[in-house]
């Protein structure tokens, strides 16, 4: 669902192009550009929203849609673009293109929401990089490691394809106790559902037994809470639309891709 502030449902392509950079902005999101072209509203020709160079975290949280319906949006061509957005500081290259979405949008009190509903085709990925997550997870590592008086020296991050939407991956992590060097490693398997949700199970640590001992006591908490938390890689692009055709694949780049529309129609 894409935010939108304003002190009224928009009712044209100028208000709603204000109304989804104030509402992206109050996020704590700053769009580069959102672009909405045409003058029979509410049908659209385009709705073109790019976040490249934004600033994600994982405390950001977009609005839920308060009901089902709303005042009606028909949108031509929808793009969103993230090349890339950063999560984190980590680079996450997003790309959703959909053509002849139906959507609704809703306002209450300021705030509201342009809840998509359905494409009749297109795409969506997400993708990272090895090299880019493993470096978010060494300064997530050198972070949580000096609370504990360790010194992080090297994150090593690898992935193993063991399915069409899991994928296992082991985090080994080098930190220096007093004047000896310790490995640590992290493992688990993440799944992506068909709504494009990725979810976290089996977490263990193994490793040199002091560094082992240290780190589990302060590790095993944070861990548990991880185990099977949901994290909805489209809650700020494509929430409410049918996906199909969904891959998770793995190597240096770590990619998902999907479809768009119902599985009769072809894509476009």
Not at 149 to 171: S, W
Not at 188 to 202: E, K, P, Q, T, Y
Not at 215 to 226: E, F, I, K, Q, V
């Amino acid at each position: 669902m894409l935010p939108l502030l304003a002190e009224s449902i928009p009712t044209n392509a100028s208000a709603l192009t204000e109304a989804l950079t104030r509402g992206l902005q109050e996020r704590g999101v700053t769009p580069r550009k959102v672009e909405v072209e045409g003058a029979t509203f509410p049908q659209v020709e385009t709705l073109c929203i790019d976040l490249s160079g934004a600033q994600l975290t994982r405390e950001i949280r977009f609005p839920d849609a308060a009901g089902t319906s709303g005042n009606p949006l028909e949108i031509a061509r929808l793009e969103l673009i993230g090349a890339p957005v950063f999560f984190e500081k980590a680079p996450v290259e997003v790309r959703l293109v959909a053509e002849r979405v139906v959507s609704h949008l809703e306002m209450n009190a300021g705030s509201g929401c342009l809840v998509l509903e359905s494409a009749a085709a297109g795409t969506v990925f997400v993708e990272a990089t090895r090299g880019a997550l493993e470096a978010l997870l060494h300064t997530i590592a050198v972070e949580a490691a000096a609370k504990q008086g360790l010194e992080v020296k090297k994150t090593k991050l690898t992935f193993t394809q063991e399915g069409p939407r899991t994928v296992a991956f082991r985090a080994e992590v080098t930190a220096k106790v007093f004047v000896m060097s310790a490995s640590l490693a992290l493992t688990g398997r993440l799944n992506i559902d068909d709504a494009m949700n990725a979810r976290i199970s089996d977490l263990s640590l193994d490793g040199d037994g002091m560094i082992l001992k240290l780190a589990s006591g302060y590790a095993r908490p944070h861990l548990d809470r991880l185990e099977g938390r949901v994290f909805p890689l489209l809650a700020f692009t494509a929430g409410g639309l049918r996906l199909r055709n969904l891959e998770l694949t793995a190597g240096d780049t770590l990619k998902v891709r999907a479809e768009l529309g119902a599985a009769e129609q072809p894509i476009t």
